[in-house]
């Protein structure tokens, strides 16, 4: 039992640092210092930071998708879903006052090029999340209430792409405003 709790530790402060400071800047002693465990202790749930750095990935991907659990609520209209989660994410990103970003697209900018299994995994958790707003357009699509002229998994492609470039750009002013402007956008122009 105890070392769960001690993995949990190590997991739940990793999330954090690597999702503040960034993978590369944030060392092995720096996690372990945080999480007020020994080094070693590491070592025995992680064989490699990489290995932590998945696992942390997983647990933040699993974090948007439960935001994204709006998606799949039938018992609102596709806009009004796609407005919720968008909400929820702007949400997301107040929390930490918009210092950190979105850790699929730190990661994929810090490390794509150096860890393939990192972004396969970026590639993975793009790709799911992309696919639920896709599903949810195509709803909008047959009842007529979001544009049918371009097909949905290119809309969603697109929307997930400006996604993060506002939350880039958020990040850069520390503001909502970039967010708030891709709502508005998104909803009023690219999904009408």
């Known amino acids: ?31 372990t210092d945080a999480a ?36 799949k609520e039938r018992s609102l209209a596709p806009r009004a879903r796609v407005q919720q989660y968008f909400e929820r ?31 396969s995994a970026m590639r993975e958790a793009f790709s799911l999340s992309t696919g639920a707003l896709a599903a949810v357009i195509a709803e909008g699509q047959q009842d007529g209430s979001i544009r049918a002229d371009a097909p949905a998994e290119e809309l969603a492609g697109f929307v997930t792409d400006a996604w993060q470039g506002a939350v880039l750009r958020a990040k850069a002013e520390q503001s909502r405003a970039p967010l708030e402007r891709f709502v508005r956008v998104v909803l009023g122009r690219i999904l009408p």
């Open 89 to 119: 994410m702007i949400a997301g990103n107040a929390a930490n006052d918009f210092n950190f970003g979105c850790m699929l697209g730190n990661f994929s900018t810090e490390l794509s090029n150096q860890i393939p299994a990192m972004r």
């Open 36 to 71: 007020g465990v020994p080094k070693g202790s590491f070592y025995n749930h992680f064989s490699s930071k990489e290995a932590l750095g998945l696992e942390v990935l997983q647990r933040y991907t699993d974090g948007v998708a439960d935001m994204a659990a709006v998606l």
């Open 1 to 31: 039992m105890a070392k769960a709790n001690v993995k949990e530790q190590i997991v739940t402060t990793s999330l954090n640092l690597l999702h503040s400071k960034g993978f590369n800047a944030t060392s092995v002693q720096d996690i």
